[in-house]
Structures are given as structure tokens and as C-alpha cells.
């Protein structure tokens, strides 16, 4: 079968976003980009599929700016076999990307889409969830575990209680969560291999869609500081400052 | 003007993030209806008809909807949310699974996991891991929301008495089935509305040392959560995980035990009011927002803890 796993460049989560002076947004000038963790996931998931003889082929897909090549080239090298950019300098946001994620979907007719739940930057989490409404298919989100059987899909989904397990008919949509699988490294040899696998670039008028934002960002700002709190020495001035201090216990 | 709150619930009874759900509608103003959809959650339908504010109950009882699947309750959401203005649901594992459906069949933006309401097309939201807040107005004509249970007061749940209505709405697509379900089973309280949070990490070592942890929390009353480090160790389960994706917690008081204290892992808990810090390494960023801060063993200084309280 064949998978399509959509992507997103996003600031690496490891460094620490600044708000702009003018609050207008977050300061990503000369910011370390990374594929986003969960969608680092999905790959992951997809390549073991195949590995496994359940997936013969897997199509990266992501939607952003041309430096989002790089993305696709890391999914690439991860195991993806071939990949798509939709490229726009626009912002963009979930409700657009699903639909030109829905736009691929008709065109390349994957028996399953497999995204990250979230990415660490808008913190949306919608975009699977919309693509499955958008296309009709049933959705696995949150998944800790995948099993594809004959025309199905068993997807165990993180869920505040604990687990529960779905079956979904094929075609279907999934989210990884954090628990799904461990990522690899790409291997320099792999790195190399990946320049050499197609990569399409298409624009959203190719696809048709409109990708116009339906939510302006008025301003972004940093969050209250807490105050700075003192150190204790001891488990007994802990107690007593909970108790008497804080009041809290 | 009027607003639709999916109730959370688990067909016996509703989950208190409604409460909040419902007072971030009575912020954005207009009437207030609550959608129940479940199996045999007639009770549920009953208690959200006493909570403040609530003017009217649709109550959806169907086999269809028993398990929250999301492509059924999604359905049954917009179909019932064309008379709305808003449609609200909580930020849970159950509303984050639906309400994006919902906001794409409607055609319209979701917003998610709202923080705080400016006016009824403009809200804030936490981004970035909460390292920074949105401000974001929506020009769609509905609007599809998330709300963080944490960052509202619930309204009463008691006083109201809103009509319970019955809503003959089936929607069942056939795509997905419930196969099964593992529910963590505690007698303690659950974790994002308990009022003390005590949290291991990967200090804690394994799953058993969780136990001293348990013990503190037995006699404060407190919840038990963790981070991402000890859940993906697999010293305990995923439900416990407090985070930026796992669950967000705002106690009176949060004690930090053996968490180094990853951005990841702040986002989910620094609204808390009194932050407790204890970890052995004096550099860890957790320390940088803990109220009260202990440089020590946790094997020696919670056992010792446990022993005073």
C-alpha cells in the first residue's frame, strides 16, 4: 500500500523562541529549523511499515516555503521514497493545509495518511483531524500503536483515561503520538541517496485550493515571568513554609 | 447570539472541565446550550442541566455514541451546531479528537485550547509551548473552540435548571469501531483538577520507586503525574504525563520530584499557584520557576517528607 506521511519545518525544539519586540510574532531569524518531532514520528512509523512488507510506497508531502526542501530530503533519507512540496511564503494555516493535503490525497490516492499530531510551534493539533473530515476518512489521532490488517487498521490512541484501541476501515487517517516509535538517524549513505530521489515542487494554485488564513494574529506576547522563588535547606523548612508561607498544605 | 458546549463525560457522569468549558461561554455571552452525546448518559444530561447558566440540554443517546468516535460525534456536532454561533468543547484528548472534524465540515478555522476570551471573535492561546500567548481573531461567521480547562474557574454545578431535551440525531458512518480500552483505575484524584499535583521523573529511577510518591500523595490527597522522560522510560503510563502534549495541570500546589524541568515539560504545569522543586542537581532548570526549591535526594528528602506531613 501506499502512505503519505505530510510534514512541517518548524523551529528546532530545542532552542528557546523569543518574542519580537514589536510583538508581532516570534523572532525565527537566524533560528535553527528542524522537521517537527511528531511528524519525525510518522515517518518513522511509515519506513517500519514498509520494512515490515505492508507499505511498498511512501510519499512525503509538506506545505510551506522552499527551505522546507531540506525537510523532505531529511524524510528522504529517513526511508521516504519520493516527495512533494507545495511551496507558498504564505502563512498558512490547518483548515488550508488540509485542504491542499486533500488535494495530494485525490491525486495520489494513499491507503494511508500518517501525520504528526501537533506541531511544537502553533501548538494546532487539528490538521489530521481535518484532513479526514475534509476526505471522508475515518481518523486514528493520538496513536501509540499501528497494526494494518486486510482492509483495516487497529490504532491504539493516547487518551486522557489511558489507551483505547480503534479499528478504522481503509483508506485512513493517522496521528502519531509520542509513544508510537523511537526515530532514527539517517545515515550519511542514506543522506546522499536522498539527493537523489524525485522531489516535485507544485504551488497551491496548482492544486486548486484556497489557502486564504481565516484567524489574523493580533499580537503575540511572552507569557507572565514567574517570580523568583527562594531555596530551602531542609525537608522540615520545606514543610514548615507550605504550611505556614504558602498556606497550601 | 448563543453558544454550544459539548459536555465531556463518561456516560454516568460529567467531567468537571465542562464546568470551565462553560464558564468561558458565559464570558463570550448568549445563550447556553449543552450537547450530551453518549449511551445511557441520561444522568450525565440531568447534572449539566444543573450547572450555572446552562439554559437548555440536548441529549443525544444513541449506541452510535457511546465511545466519542469522532467521526460520529463530528457528524452529529455540525449538524446540530448549525443553529450556534460558537461551539465549544474542551481541550481533552476527547474534544482535540472532534472538534477539528467538526470546524472542517463546517468550512470554518478551529481555534484551539483558548487560554482566555476578549470578545467573542478574538481569544488568547498558549503557543510555542506556552512560551509565548497569541492573541488571534477569527473573521468565520461560527467559530469552532478548544477551551483549557485550567485557565477558566468553573461556573457552579449546582443552582441552574435547564429543559433536558431529547435529540433523535443518529450518526454513524461505519468507518470506525471501539474495539477496546485500558482505563488507569486510582482512587486518587484526577490529575488536571486535583488541587496538589506531586510529579516524578527521571530521577525517580523506575516505576516502583513511584511508590514513595503515592505515599505523600495518599496523605495530601494529592494526584499523581510525571514527565515525559519517566513515561517514555515506561516507568508509568501515558495518562500520568504532564506537558505540553500530555496533560495541562494548574494546582495550588505542584511538587517537581527528580524533573529536570524540559520547556516541554514547564508548559504543562507553570500556571500552577505554588511550584515545589526537589532534585539533587542544583543547576536544573526547574529550579528557575519553583517557589520553594530543595537541592536534595529524593530517596532521602521524600521519605523524610512523607514522615512530617
Same mark, same amino acid.
Given at each position: 500500500?501506499?502512505?503519505?506521511?505530510?510534514?512541517?519545518?518548524?523551529?528546532?525544539?530545542?532552542?528557546?523562541?523569543?518574542?519580537?519586540?514589536?510583538?508581532?510574532?516570534?523572532?525565527?531569524?537566524?533560528?535553527?529549523?528542524?522537521?517537527?518531532?511528531?511528524?519525525?514520528?510518522?515517518?518513522?512509523?511509515?519506513?517500519?511499515?514498509?520494512?515490515?512488507?505492508?507499505?511498498?510506497?511512501?510519499?512525503?508531502?509538506?506545505?510551506?516555503?522552499?527551505?522546507?526542501?531540506?525537510?523532505?530530503?531529511?524524510?528522504?533519507?529517513?526511508?521516504?521514497?519520493?516527495?512533494?512540496?507545495?511551496?507558498?511564503?504564505?502563512?498558512?494555516?490547518?483548515?488550508?493545509?488540509?485542504?491542499?493535503?486533500?488535494?495530494?490525497?485525490?491525486?495520489?490516492?494513499?491507503?494511508?495518511?500518517?501525520?504528526?499530531?501537533?506541531?511544537?510551534?502553533?501548538?494546532?493539533?487539528?490538521?489530521?483531524?481535518?484532513?479526514?473530515?475534509?476526505?471522508?476518512?475515518?481518523?486514528?489521532?493520538?496513536?501509540?500503536?499501528?497494526?494494518?490488517?486486510?482492509?483495516?487498521?487497529?490504532?491504539?490512541?493516547?487518551?486522557?483515561?489511558?489507551?483505547?484501541?480503534?479499528?478504522?476501515?481503509?483508506?485512513?487517517?493517522?496521528?502519531?503520538?509520542?509513544?508510537?516509535?523511537?526515530?532514527?538517524?539517517?545515515?550519511?549513505?542514506?543522506?546522499?541517496?536522498?539527493?537523489?530521489?524525485?522531489?516535485?515542487?507544485?504551488?497551491?494554485?496548482?492544486?486548486?485550493?484556497?489557502?486564504?488564513?481565516?484567524?489574523?494574529?493580533?499580537?503575540?506576547?511572552?507569557?507572565?515571568?514567574?517570580?523568583?522563588?527562594?531555596?530551602?535547606?531542609?525537608?522540615?523548612?520545606?514543610?514548615?513554609?507550605?504550611?505556614?508561607?504558602?498556606?497550601?498544605? | 447570539?448563543?453558544?454550544?458546549?459539548?459536555?465531556?463525560?463518561?456516560?454516568?457522569?460529567?467531567?468537571?472541565?465542562?464546568?470551565?468549558? &462553560? #464558564? $468561558? @461561554?458565559?464570558?463570550? %455571552?448568549?445563550?447556553?446550550?449543552?450537547? +450530551? !452525546?453518549?449511551?445511557?448518559?441520561? *444522568?450525565?444530561?440531568?447534572?449539566?442541566?444543573?450547572?450555572?447558566?446552562?439554559?437548555?440540554?440536548?441529549?443525544?443517546?444513541?449506541?452510535?455514541?457511546?465511545?466519542?468516535?469522532?467521526?460520529?460525534?463530528?457528524?452529529?456536532?455540525?449538524?446540530?451546531?448549525?443553529?450556534?454561533?460558537?461551539? &465549544? #468543547? $474542551? @481541550?481533552?484528548?476527547? %474534544?482535540?479528537?472532534?472538534?477539528?472534524? +467538526? !470546524?472542517?465540515?463546517?468550512?470554518? *478555522?478551529?481555534?484551539?485550547?483558548?487560554?482566555?476570551?476578549?470578545?467573542?471573535?478574538?481569544?488568547?492561546?498558549?503557543?510555542?509551548?506556552?512560551?509565548?500567548?497569541?492573541?488571534?481573531?477569527?473573521?468565520?461567521?461560527?467559530?469552532?473552540?478548544?477551551?483549557?480547562?485550567?485557565?477558566?474557574?468553573?461556573? $457552579? @454545578?449546582?443552582?441552574?435548571?435547564?429543559?433536558?431535551?431529547?435529540?433523535?440525531?443518529?450518526?454513524?458512518?461505519?468507518?470506525?469501531?471501539?474495539?477496546?480500552?485500558?482505563?488507569?483505575?486510582?482512587?486518587?484524584?484526577?490529575?488536571?483538577?486535583?488541587?496538589?499535583?506531586?510529579?516524578?521523573?527521571?530521577?525517580?529511577?523506575?516505576?516502583?520507586?513511584?511508590?514513595?510518591?503515592?505515599?505523600?500523595?495518599?496523605?495530601?490527597? $494529592? @494526584?499523581?503525574?510525571?514527565?515525559?522522560?519517566?513515561?517514555?522510560?515506561?516507568?508509568?503510563?501515558?495518562?500520568?504525563?504532564?506537558?505540553?502534549?500530555?496533560?495541562?495541570?494548574?494546582?495550588?500546589?505542584?511538587?517537581?520530584?527528580?524533573?529536570?524541568?524540559?520547556?516541554?515539560?514547564?508548559?504543562?504545569?507553570?500556571?500552577?499557584?505554588?511550584?515545589?522543586?526537589?532534585?539533587?542537581?542544583?543547576?536544573?532548570?526547574?529550579?528557575?520557576?519553583?517557589?520553594?526549591?530543595?537541592?536534595?535526594?529524593?530517596?532521602?528528602?521524600?521519605?523524610?517528607?512523607?514522615?512530617?506531613?
Amino acid at each position: 500500500m501506499k502512505v503519505l506521511v505530510p510534514i512541517k519545518r518548524v523551529i528546532d525544539y530545542n532552542v528557546k523562541v523569543r518574542v519580537k519586540a514589536d510583538n508581532s510574532g516570534v523572532d525565527l531569524a537566524n533560528v535553527k529549523m528542524a522537521m517537527n518531532p511528531f511528524c519525525e514520528i510518522a515517518v518513522e512509523e511509515a519506513v517500519r511499515l514498509k520494512e515490515k512488507g505492508v507499505v511498498t510506497e511512501i510519499v512525503a508531502v509538506s506545505i510551506g516555503p522552499k527551505a522546507a526542501q531540506e525537510q523532505l530530503r531529511t524524510a528522504m533519507a529517513l526511508g521516504a521514497d519520493r516527495s512533494i512540496l507545495v511551496e507558498t511564503d504564505e502563512e498558512i494555516q490547518p483548515l488550508g493545509i488540509a485542504k491542499a493535503l486533500k488535494a495530494i490525497v485525490e491525486e495520489e490516492k494513499p491507503e494511508m495518511v500518517i501525520l504528526g499530531k501537533q506541531a511544537i510551534d502553533d501548538d494546532n493539533n487539528q490538521t489530521g483531524q481535518m484532513l479526514a473530515a475534509l476526505t471522508g476518512m475515518p481518523q486514528g489521532t493520538f496513536a501509540s500503536e499501528v497494526n494494518v490488517e486486510e482492509g483495516k487498521v487497529k490504532v491504539t490512541r493516547e487518551i486522557d483515561g489511558g489507551l483505547q484501541t480503534v479499528e478504522l476501515k481503509l483508506p485512513a487517517v493517522v496521528t502519531t503520538d509520542l509513544r508510537l516509535n523511537e526515530p532514527r538517524y539517517a545515515s550519511l549513505p542514506n543522506i546522499m541517496k536522498a539527493k537523489k530521489k524525485p522531489l516535485d515542487v507544485k504551488t497551491p494554485a496548482d492544486l486548486g485550493v484556497d489557502m486564504t488564513p481565516r484567524v489574523t494574529i493580533e499580537k503575540v506576547e511572552t507569557p507572565a515571568e514567574r517570580k523568583a522563588g527562594v531555596m530551602v535547606g531542609s525537608v522540615d523548612e520545606l514543610v514548615e513554609k507550605l504550611k505556614n508561607e504558602a498556606k497550601v498544605i | 447570539m448563543s453558544v454550544l458546549v459539548y459536555a465531556e463525560h463518561d456516560n454516568a457522569t460529567l467531567n468537571k472541565v465542562t464546568l470551565s468549558v &462553560l #464558564a $468561558a @461561554a458565559k464570558e463570550i %455571552g448568549g445563550d447556553i446550550t449543552v450537547l +450530551v !452525546a453518549g449511551k445511557g448518559c441520561g *444522568a450525565v444530561a440531568e447534572e449539566a442541566a444543573k450547572a450555572e447558566g446552562v439554559s437548555k440540554v440536548l441529549c443525544a443517546d444513541n449506541d452510535a455514541y457511546e465511545h466519542q468516535l469522532a467521526e460520529n460525534i463530528a457528524e452529529l456536532v455540525a449538524e446540530v451546531g448549525a443553529d450556534y454561533k460558537h461551539i &465549544l #468543547a $474542551a @481541550a481533552t484528548t476527547t %474534544g482535540k479528537n472532534f472538534a477539528p472534524r +467538526v !470546524a472542517a465540515l463546517l468550512d470554518v *478555522a478551529q481555534i484551539s485550547e483558548i487560554s482566555d476570551v476578549v470578545d467573542g471573535d478574538t481569544f488568547r492561546r498558549p503557543i510555542y509551548a506556552g512560551n509565548a500567548i497569541a492573541t488571534v481573531k477569527c473573521a468565520d461567521e461560527k467559530k469552532v473552540i478548544t477551551v483549557r480547562g485550567t485557565s477558566f474557574d468553573g461556573v $457552579a @454545578a449546582e443552582g441552574g435548571s435547564a429543559s433536558v431535551e431529547n435529540l433523535d440525531v443518529v450518526k454513524d458512518s461505519g468507518l470506525s469501531s471501539f474495539v477496546n480500552e485500558e482505563l488507569a483505575k486510582s482512587d486518587r484524584p484526577e490529575l488536571t483538577s486535583a488541587e496538589i499535583v506531586i510529579s516524578g521523573g527521571r530521577g525517580m529511577g523506575n516505576g516502583d520507586n513511584f511508590e514513595i510518591l503515592y505515599k505523600v500523595a495518599d496523605k495530601l490527597g $494529592a @494526584a499523581v503525574g510525571a514527565s515525559r522522560a519517566a513515561v517514555d522510560a515506561g516507568f508509568v503510563p501515558n495518562d500520568m504525563q504532564v506537558g505540553q502534549t500530555g496533560k495541562i495541570v494548574a494546582p495550588n500546589l505542584y511538587m517537581a520530584v527528580g524533573i529536570s524541568g524540559a520547556i516541554q515539560h514547564l508548559a504543562g504545569m507553570k500556571d500552577s499557584k505554588v511550584i515545589v522543586a526537589i532534585n539533587k542537581d542544583e543547576e536544573a532548570p526547574i529550579f528557575q520557576v519553583a517557589d520553594y526549591g530543595l537541592v536534595a535526594d529524593l530517596f532521602e528528602a521524600v521519605p523524610e517528607l512523607d514522615s512530617k506531613l
